[in-house]
């Protein structure tokens, strides 16, 4: 259904240069948006949203972040 390297859109996909980010901080320090990216993660581990062998990477990954 539709090119291989085509996106939904039919716009071509990794052919598009991205674009370079503006410098400057982030509007929200680290710290306060931690607890709610690891309680998403935590939801996810719980149900079915990550296969089983990869949810011990997802605890690694979110334990090596933590502030």
């Known amino acids: 259904m539709g090119r291989e390297d085509a996106g939904q859109d039919g716009a071509p996909v990794g052919d598009v240069p991205v674009p ?3 410098g400057g901080q982030a509007g929200v320090p680290y710290q306060e948006v931690y607890a709610d990216y690891a309680a998403e993660a935590g939801a996810a581990l719980e149900g079915s949203a ?3 062998g990869l949810k011990q990477y997802v605890r ?7 502030p």
């Not at 690694?60 to 933590?66: H, Q």
């Open 60 to 66: 690694e990954y979110f334990s090596s972040r933590e």
């Open 50 to 52: 990550i296969p089983l």
């Open 20 to 22: 370079v980010p503006e």
